[in-house]
């Protein structure tokens, strides 16, 4: 029998559907101890710290992976950080392949003036922070000013525009940070646009994220039904499939637009930023459109163009991406998720992504190293296990009973770690 070591660095989907990749081909004859090590005293990556809160059922796929974690050949070696505390080359040393999971979780940039100003935000701050994730507790979300602005055409876009443009008791059932859930209820903003460089035809969204706009009970949505008709014509007799299903969804909206609330959603279509505008903070958004420049007046920007990979000392990277062919970066050290494809796709498409990885290690294997773990490595860390893990999530979601929330999470990692370890 062959017993193989393989280290995972980061517990986010694509992390967790890689070590369920390997424990689906174990058999008699090949096995797999599978160590996961997270830098943040909490897993489940951007299901925890991404997927928006008033979108709870996604964030059930977090039950397949603490299944995952009950596999006896695995541990999770949580608040560790690799590239700090241990590096890349140790664990290669000591493993027999190292799998880099660690997503993107740095903001793409728009690169022109203003976008450094005091109430622009790129969302890979932003969302974290609503999220409660302990490094963004202390973002500053200016929510004083009557209209925002969201650079972006994707779904993280349409998210951070529906934060903003609910009416904050909606996120009172739901696990939003207590101190985003406070700002949000100060909120002044009354309209949110959310700004496509594009037209409609090339947006990004996808059709089930549109398709619940209209069901949002205290905001109006609103899209210019002329800007879908000339998207129809210039997308012609026979768009693709996605195309179609995002028109037909957006000609919905617009067919169908409501007026009577408080706060509204407006989408801009071929607006192209050419200078976040103001002196002191935000005071607006420049654009070039076909029909010249215009300026929206807003007090918040928050700019989703998309992510890119922080580095890690020892990995090469390129283009925002781990460099790598088919999920093999050098010798031992593979990559899968979002830092293997940049940020594309739902969470199901690292399943698929993580498996065929996999099978590229497997074909790779020689013999077993024998040559330790990351516990020979660790000397003064406080590491969250998996059963201290346990006991912080079943304190959130103790906390969170009383209060008719999925959980209420912990922000600080002085307060996880007590609440893991104590
Ligand atoms: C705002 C937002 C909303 C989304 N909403 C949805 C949705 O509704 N539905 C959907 O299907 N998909 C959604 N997605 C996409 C989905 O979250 C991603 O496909 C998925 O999380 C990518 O998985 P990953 O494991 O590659 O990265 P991540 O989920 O980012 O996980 C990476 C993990 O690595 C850890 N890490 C990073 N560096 C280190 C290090 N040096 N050492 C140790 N650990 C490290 C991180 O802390 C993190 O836990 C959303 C994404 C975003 C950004």
């Not at 992390?15 to 058999?27: K, P, R």
């Not at 055409?153 to 934060?163: C, L, Q, S, Y």
């Not at 969804?249 to 801009?268: D, G, N, V, W, Y």
Request: proline share 5%; with cysteine; hydrophobic share 40%.
């Amino acid at each position: 029998m062959a017993a193989y070591t393989i280290a995972i660095v980061g517990a986010g989907p694509a992390g967790y559907f890689a070590a369920q990749a390997l424990q689906n081909v174990e058999t008699e004859d090949l096995k797999f101890s599978i160590d996961m090590i997270e830098r943040l005293p909490t897993p489940w990556g951007l299901v925890r710290s991404g997927v928006a809160p008033d979108h709870p059922k996604i964030k059930t796929v977090s039950k397949v992976f603490e299944k995952i974690a009950s596999h006896k050949t695995f541990r999770l070696f949580a608040n560790v950080e690799i590239g700090t505390d241990i590096s890349v080359a140790q664990l290669q040393e000591k493993y027999d392949a190292v799998i880099i999971a660690t997503g993107s979780s740095l903001g793409k940039t728009l690169g022109i003036p203003g976008e450094d100003l005091p109430g622009s935000i790129s969302a890979a701050d932003f969302v974290p922070w609503y999220n409660a994730h302990p490094d963004y507790v202390e973002v500053n979300v200016p929510l004083d000013c009557d209209t925002a602005v969201v650079i972006g055409a994707g779904n993280v876009a349409i998210d951070v525009a529906r934060m903003l443009a609910l009416e904050p008791s909606k996120l009172d059932p739901t696990d939003t940070a207590d101190h985003a859930i406070a700002v949000f209820k100060t909120s002044a903003v009354r309209d949110v646009y959310i700004s496509a460089r594009r037209g409609p035809e090339h947006a990004a969204f996808t059709s089930p994220e549109l398709r619940e706009l209209p069901k949002l009970e205290h905001t109006n949505v609103a899209i210019n039904k002329s800007d879908i008709d000339a998207a129809i014509v210039r997308a012609g007799a026979e768009p693709e499939k996605d195309v179609k299903s995002n028109l037909d969804a957006m000609l919905l909206i617009a067919e169908s637009q409501k007026s009577e609330h408080e706060r509204t959603m407006h989408f801009l279509f071929q607006h192209t930023p050419k200078q976040i505008l103001g002196t002191e903070r935000v005071e607006g958004v420049l654009y070039s459109t076909p029909k010249g420049d215009v300026t929206i007046k807003c007090g918040l920007v928050i700019i989703a163009i998309g992510y890119q990979a922080a580095s890690i000392n020892g990995v090469p990277y390129e283009n925002g991406k781990v460099v790598n062919t088919g999920g093999r970066v050098k010798e031992n050290l593979y990559v899968v998720g979002w830092a293997k494809r940049g940020p594309s796709g739902v969470i199901g498409t690292n399943k698929s992504d993580a498996a065929a990885v996999v099978e590229l290690i497997i074909n790779d294997m020689k013999s077993p190293k024998n040559a330790g773990d990351i516990s020979d490595l660790l000397t003064n860390q406080v590491v969250v296990d998996q059963r201290a893990w346990q006991k912080i999530n079943e304190a959130e979601v103790a906390a969170g009973e009383s209060k008719g929330k999925p959980r209420v999470k912990s922000i600080r990692r002085d307060e996880l770690l007590k609440l893991g370890l104590s």
